[in-house]
């Protein structure tokens, strides 16, 4: 993918000339901001569906209530049926909600004003099948009025930068789905977007086009631009993420920054030559560190906290001991994202589903 | 009207390539072929037969491809999420619709043009002359596809293909018979005013398909139109508002509907 090579479409000078003919072709930015420089605000969003069969009312969304800043990435996580996709078509006027308000750059859902700010980037996108990644990307372009030389230029440019620009004359029936997927991104770039809502972008992707779209993504933030990204893939989440909100079962059940959440991580401390008697090892569990001899040395683990590190530095002198190494250990958004939901199931008195050790995407 | 065009010719450039269509498409063509090939009847009994049959192949080819069209055309947006991607672009609901309304329709057209070309060729070989009269013919039959496929479209927005498949074919087939039903509404003493008034309502609310078969005048050169050019406009007329009707409360419906 060229991205990194390429000019930013709201940056370089090379790109300026784009933007404005993108500019002329799209009406006047006459969409307000949100008041409080929001770019999407949800209030106590509640959305329902019936069930068919046994006309049960099912709460997909259940009073949600979230704010993304302008420039913000926001990571929209939970696993498969949490309701994340449910928010997002809500958001973009697709489905209606049952109560709460939402506003995205200070607009009702829907609002074609908005629309002409924003894109959406569907899990497993289809394009019509008939076209080329050009003519996808060209139809797109359309819909917000660009035509002629304005529009081609605009195509070549997005396939560009996508890493399309030798295959975008092929028949979308004979792309990958990374390819495909890249024509989604393409295509959700196309107006030269404020909000942009991503949903799965890397789902099912092998490696390269996995990490040719998370440098996008990147590279996107670099620009300055909002985005709202579902996403299983914790460790790109953490890797671009500025906050995140962990959904499961319609309510939000962690939100932060992702440096927060992912902070108050443990601290190993290895040390030598300590003769504990059992006085001092329950000294020390008061302390709430924990010891594991290996070899000669001895092992201990305790919070981060720099009061109980020191005590506990103090405890190895005080046995005679010397400290080989501390080391802080890191949790990671995938912990994160484990402990929120299995403390959620304990809510909602379930028999735990999770695994250990399957990816997040897989469970449900 | 350039996001409604866009969406047209989105929509023809996908429908023109459905298998199914096609197969109705030359499965018309290759029956109509054959069929004047192989036709060895009178000259007056040839053109009879040839004329109605070869409007007939257009119309059922013409009804089955407007049909399969008609239900599909939202359900496969929904279906393979297309329509996210363009309803979350600045295009109003009511603009996606016609735009896939008049992609179909141009579908339509295209086939039955195409038909009605091979069809009035083989008057044409048969005859030995051409015969433009024939074109009277396909352009009702194109108008009534109009009004089946916007029929199809209003009831996409809100009941499943194979309901629709039905429910449009069940109404097509009444309508085509609108002089039954016709009668059926004529007051008579032996008749209960219940029924009478049931079906006033079936004559008037259907829409009535039966009005364009111009396979009589045609095939029967004794039958006479007083004024042909009244009729085909009064029924092209008739068609054009019936459909802006359906198109109007499929519009209302689907500007309520999730996706």
């Not at chain 1, 671009?240 to 932060?256: A, E, P």
């Not at chain 1, 290895?270 to 020390?284: F, G, M, T």
């Not at chain 1, 560190?289 to 020191?310: C, F, H, M, Y």
């Not at chain 2, 139109?225 to 802006?244: L, R």
Request: aromatic share 10%.
């Amino acid at each position: 993918m060229a991205d990194n090579e390429a000019p930013s479409s709201s940056s370089s000078n090379a790109d300026k000339g784009k933007t404005a003919s993108l500019a002329d072709a799209i009406s006047s930015d006459n969409s307000p901001q949100g008041e409080t420089g929001n770019a999407i605000e949800i209030r106590n969003l509640v959305k329902r569906y019936r069930n068919l069969i046994t006309r049960e009312w099912i709460t997909a969304v259940n009073d949600i209530s979230l704010d993304v800043v302008q420039g913000e990435i926001f990571g929209f996580l939970g696993p498969n049926g949490a309701g994340k996709t449910t928010t997002i078509k809500a958001l973009l006027g697709l489905i209606f909600p049952d109560a709460g308000t939402i506003k995205v750059l200070g607009r009702g859902p829907g609002d074609n004003d908005a629309k002409r700010k924003i894109s959406y980037l569907p899990e497993s996108p289809y394009f019509y099948e008939h076209m080329s990644g050009r003519e996808v990307v060209a139809f797109y372009a359309s819909l917000f009025g660009l035509s002629g030389k304005a529009r081609n230029k605009r195509v070549d440019y997005l396939l560009d930068l996508v890493g399309l620009a030798g295959a975008g004359d092929k028949p979308l029936r004979a792309y990958s789905k990374g390819m495909l997927q890249r024509v989604g991104i393409a295509q959700s770039l196309v107006n030269d977007p404020k909000v942009l809502f991503f949903d799965e972008p890397t789902s099912g992707l092998d490696p390269i086009a996995h990490r040719d779209i998370r440098d996008l993504i990147i590279h996107l933030k670099t620009e300055g631009r909002t985005l709202f990204l579902s996403s299983h893939q914790l460790s790109d989440v953490e890797l671009v993420c500025d906050r995140v909100s962990i959904l499961y079962r319609g309510k939000i059940r962690q939100m932060g920054r992702v440096d927060d959440l992912v902070a108050g991580g443990k601290v190993e401390i290895v040390a030598q030559d300590c003769k504990p008697d059992a006085d001092r090892i329950a000294q020390l569990k008061a302390l709430g560190g924990s010891t594991e001899q290996i070899g000669d040395d001895i092992l201990i683990t305790s919070s981060g906290e720099v009061a109980s590190k020191n005590a506990i530095i103090d405890w190895v002198r005080g046995v005679g001991g010397n400290i080989i190494s501390i080391t802080p250990t890191r949790r990671t958004l995938e912990d994160i994202f484990i402990e929120t939901i299995r403390e959620g199931e304990r809510e909602a008195g379930e028999a735990t589903h999770f695994v250990e050790g399957t990816e997040a995407g897989s469970r449900s | 009207m350039s996001t409604i065009w866009t969406l047209a010719s989105g929509t023809f450039g996908e429908a023109i390539r459905r298998k199914i269509l096609l197969v109705f498409l030359f499965v018309a063509i290759a029956l109509m072929v054959i069929f004047f090939a192989f036709s060895e009847f009178s000259v007056r009994e040839d053109l009879t037969i040839t004329k109605s049959t070869g409007l007939g192949i257009i119309t059922l080819a013409g009804v089955f491809i407007s049909v399969i069209l008609g239900i599909n055309l939202i359900p496969n947006e929904i279906d393979k999420r297309t329509i996210y991607t363009i309803l979350s672009k600045p295009v109003r609901r009511h603009e996606f619709l016609i735009g896939k309304f008049l992609g179909g329709l141009i579908t339509v057209l295209t086939n039955t043009v195409l038909m009605g070309a091979v069809f009035i060729v083989g008057v044409w070989i048969k005859q030995k002359n051409p015969e433009w009269a024939i074109w009277e013919g396909v352009l009702m039959t194109f108008f009534q596809l109009m009004l089946l496929n916007a029929l199809a479209l209003l009831f996409s927005v809100f009941v499943s293909p194979f309901v629709n498949f039905f429910l449009t074919f069940f109404i097509y087939i009444v309508g085509s018979m609108s002089s039954v039903t016709e009668s059926l509404a004529t007051p008579d003493p032996h008749k209960s005013p219940f029924v009478v008034y049931l079906f006033k309502f079936i004559h008037s609310a259907i829409p009535n398909f039966g009005n364009f078969n111009i396979q009589n005048p045609l095939i029967y050169p004794g039958t006479v139109v007083i004024n042909m050019t009244q009729y085909i406009v009064q029924n092209m007329m008739y068609a054009i508002t019936y459909t802006a009707i359906l198109m109007l409360i499929a519009i209302l419906i689907f500007d309520k509907r999730e996706v």
